[in-house]
Nanobody
């Protein structure tokens, strides 16, 4: 069994910064790709950023230049550094990881962490 746990969310004023973490725990696993998603009230979940096992990154246009995704495989942890936050960034942020166990790759989701940006 593998679990993903997000942390680092909270309330911040517009223009501020937050750093989200996504920690994976369990036995015998390898993290392949990692993605951060977000879901605002009344809206569909949307992709924010991804990072491959090789470190290649992609970002939604709405966060380019403001957010940075990274990973530390030694700690089985991914991060999302969010700068210059805007009220429209308010959402529940979810971590998603493609995890390989015993030769089988499966997607895992964290429980989400709330980010609220006040104007």
């Amino acid at each position: 069994q593998v679990q993903l746990v997000e942390s680092g969310g909270g309330l911040v004023q517009a223009g501020g910064s937050l750093r989200l973490s996504c920690a994976a725990s369990g036995n015998t696993f390898t993290i392949i790709g990692i993605g951060w998603y977000r879901q605002a009230p009344g809206k569909q979940r949307e992709l924010v950023a991804t990072i491959s096992r090789r470190g290649n990154t992609n970002y939604a246009d709405s966060v380019k230049g403001r957010f940075t995704i990274s990973r530390d495989d030694a700690k089985n942890t991914a991060y999302l550094q969010m700068n210059s936050l805007k009220p429209e960034d308010t959402a529940v942020y979810y971590c998603n990881a493609g995890i390989e166990r015993y030769g089988i790759q499966s997607p895992y989701w964290g429980q989400g962490t709330q980010v609220t940006v006040s104007s």
